[in-house]
């Protein structure tokens, strides 16, 4: 509970960081939902959405590109959509409730915009999950902005290694902060990282670019 | 995961990948730390290493629990989806899992960036199965309890690393307090962290209840989360709403 909650961020930089999940669930309605999700899918790409992924078979580096992301979606996967612009997310969730395809959609972002999508999309919302951040051993944990990144996979597999790597590369521009973050996209097989707003916490990491790396 | 010292040529491209910081580069070949090594398959997976030095040995009881709650795209036979957790309030309109006045409980313990043993993950277990929570079933982690009326894990298990592991239950709104006081206590008994949430449903004039229990508890919450937005057939209707 879960890999889509948790995300660290600044309110300003989360105002672009939205994850659509769609998932059936088991022994109710996942018969026949392989084709129902990938329509999911569909809608969510027409609506604007940064990245899809399924959490069964990979992102779609790992499978070798969209198409075949697409081909893939099986009955009882879990696959999710990747917004960075909130009137995107009320487009999809209009016609996703349009479709009416009976599979549970679960919008993970700021509760208030969330809120908003949900009333312009003619929705309400059902039940919520609320992260109350890190307990424990918090004394042991990375930097905020080594957090904020590696937060957005929720499976923890954006090493910090590879966090601090990469930005030392935009930093000297051997890579630009678009092409770090999807460096940094690649290992969170679910595709649920959000290389926009990555790309943006890099850029901040990484102090004053030249106009062209920027 | 192991790396083949004779194969190996040192380049590092794998070292950056380890989630957990196992991998160190010596003079002349790269090195898995066994006993850190949670089996996720990132470096496998991602690091293109150019001899192919990187191999998965076979993996045996009670090994296999790391990569069972670490590697991604393993499906547990208990939940039958892949990853660590459950549908939980994913699909809560269908499955009816947490209901009015009741709140769902997820302590995700490892999360973020430090990975955990299970005698971590026990000491929280137990901490909360005194409070007589009744742990999810269909949770990957629950089945690794020999106990779960203790909490209590099974012996050989205890040494594992793993990413994460999610201990999952679900509370009447009136034990959230109780629920909460105790895993104040535990966190400071831990040698990692955990990441904390707390699922319910919103009721029908849009307030969520758990955030009552917090705001009284003067516990911090963060602006973003989960919402599952209601559209999953068939609903699950309850009797009392």
């Not at chain 1, 957090?147 to 990469?166: A, F, P």
């Not at chain 2, 957790?85 to 699909?91: Q, S, V």
């Not at chain 2, 949770?139 to 894990?153: A, E, H, I, R, Y």
């Amino acid at each position: 509970m879960t890999h889509t909650l948790h995300r660290l961020g600044e309110v300003g930089s989360l105002e672009r960081d939205y994850v659509l999940l769609f998932m059936p669930s088991k022994d109710i309605n996942h018969v026949d939902s392989g084709p129902k999700l990938r329509k999911m899918l569909e809608i969510s790409l027409r609506c604007g959405a940064i990245k899809i992924g399924d959490c069964r078979h990979g992102n779609e580096y790992y499978q070798g590109g969209l198409d075949k992301l697409l081909d893939n979606v099986e009955d009882r996967a879990v696959v999710h959509a990747v917004f960075n612009d909130r009137d995107n997310v009320v487009e999809a969730l209009k016609e996703l409730k349009e479709a009416d395809l009976g599979i549970s959609v679960v919008v993970s972002g700021l509760f208030e915009r969330v809120g908003e999508c949900c009333r312009e999309a003619g929705l309400a919302p059902h039940t919520v999950n609320n992260t109350l951040g890190r307990w424990g051993r918090t004394d042991l944990l990375p930097p905020r902005d080594v957090l904020e990144i590696n937060t957005m996979c929720g499976h923890g597999m954006v090493s910090v290694k590879l966090i601090e790597d990469t930005a030392a590369r935009v930093k000297s521009g051997e890579l630009s902060p678009a092409e770090g973050a999807e460096r940094l996209f690649k290992p969170c097989m679910c595709g649920i990282f959000n290389p926009s707003r990555a790309a943006e916490l890099l850029r901040a990491m990484a102090g004053n670019l030249p106009d062209s790396k920027a | 995961m192991l790396i083949d010292p004779e194969k190996c040529i040192a380049c590092g491209q794998c070292e950056v990948y380890c989630p957990v910081g196992a991998i160190t580069l010596g003079d002349d070949h790269a090195e898995i730390d066994f006993d850190e090594c949670t089996e996720c398959y990132n470096c496998l997976r991602l690091a293109d290493c150019p001899v192919e030095a990187i191999y998965q040995q076979k993996l045996e009881w009670p090994r296999v629990v790391r990569s069972l709650l670490s590697d991604v795209l393993t499906i547990a036979p208990e939940s039958c989806i892949s990853g660590r957790g459950t549908e939980e309030m994913k699909t809560n309109e269908v499955t009816g899992r947490f209901r009015d006045g009741w709140a769902g409980v997820g302590i995700e313990v490892g999360r973020p960036t430090l990975g955990a043993r299970f005698y971590d993950v026990e000491k929280i277990a137990m901490a909360m199965a005194k409070l007589d929570v009744e742990f999810e079933t269909s949770n990957p982690t629950t089945s690794l309890m020999s106990d779960v009326k203790t909490g209590k894990f099974k012996e050989d298990v205890l040494n594992e690393k793993v990413l994460s592991a999610i201990i999952e239950f679900s509370v009447p709104l009136g034990k959230l307090e109780k629920v909460l006081e105790g895993l104040k206590e535990v966190s400071q008994r831990i040698e990692t962290v955990f990441s904390l949430c707390i699922a319910s449903r919103v009721a029908p004039d849009g307030e969520v209840p758990t955030q009552r229990v917090l705001k009284k508890m003067d516990i911090w919450f963060a602006p973003n989360g989960k919402t599952n937005v209601g559209l999953g057939r068939p609903l699950f209707r309850e009797e009392t709403r």
